[in-house]
């Protein structure tokens, strides 16, 4: 299934119709004007077909309240309702073409300028300490991992964010590839996180994003006394016209940097870790062990 399958899996499966959709972060100004503009449209074009609110609901098979709020730019309309809507007002398909601009904001502000960077970056570079990388997570792990989270995120919150992480990974799928080097500590690809059938799965996942040409693949093993990236995760990305973005945790506010001399001293963290860390052929058949035991 392509990652773009996996997110609408996920986006259209995980809520009843009565329940409400995603709300708008009340910081995202782009957000907020995109959903109200939506809301707008769809409560004109309900008003000029003569249908109340409620009447709405019932033939559409919403709940009255998700209507409002839908209308309202409380709530970012799902696909699903664009398309209904759309066949109960006989908006000959430019309500559903909405469907392309609430795209662009269903996912959090932080994650859509993550991805945006990712997707134009020609190289990049992650080390993560605590975790596998989220760009190489299965849906199921990223799931476990948000529901393990306290304070609890909602079913709602958990499910919009897990679709937002899977979205990413169509970074595998860009041409011309980007070249993606991953090291990951020992610690978390032992941990059986969402139960051994979804850990299973992780360690083969990772075997098989491993084999694209375009990825290398390492492991810090737990017996490396100490390394530069011990105080949390490192990532850095590089453009076609030469410019970089880098970022770390515990690093200059862990705030992204595009200073060079910050960025030298992130690529000397990276660079020191990556020849600590196991050679890529190790680090599979180290996998590839840990796959056996499970």
Known sequence: MSVDAEAARLESGAEGPDEPGWEVDPDDDWALAVVTTVGRQLKLRREASGMRAADFAVAAGYGEDLVYKIESGKRIPRPEYLDR????????????AMKEDVKKVRYPKKVRDLAQMEARAVEIGVYVCHSIS?????????????????????????????????????????????ALGFVLEEGPLRRPLGGRMVWRAQLEHLLAVSELRNVTLQVMPTHCEVHPGLDGKIELLKFEDGTAVGRAEGAFNGRPTSEPRQLRILELRYGTIRAQALPPRESLAFIEQLLGET
Do not use: W
């Open 134 to 178: 989220g760009l190489l997570q299965t849906a199921e792990h990223a799931k476990a991992a948000f529901e393990s989270r306290q304070p609890s995120y909602s079913r709602q919150e958990v499910e919009r964010m897990v679709a937002a992480r899977v979205a990413r990974q169509a970074i595998f799928e860009k041409e011309p590839a980007p």
């Open 85 to 96: 809507a759309d066949e109960v007002l006989g908006a000959g398909g430019l309500l559903a």
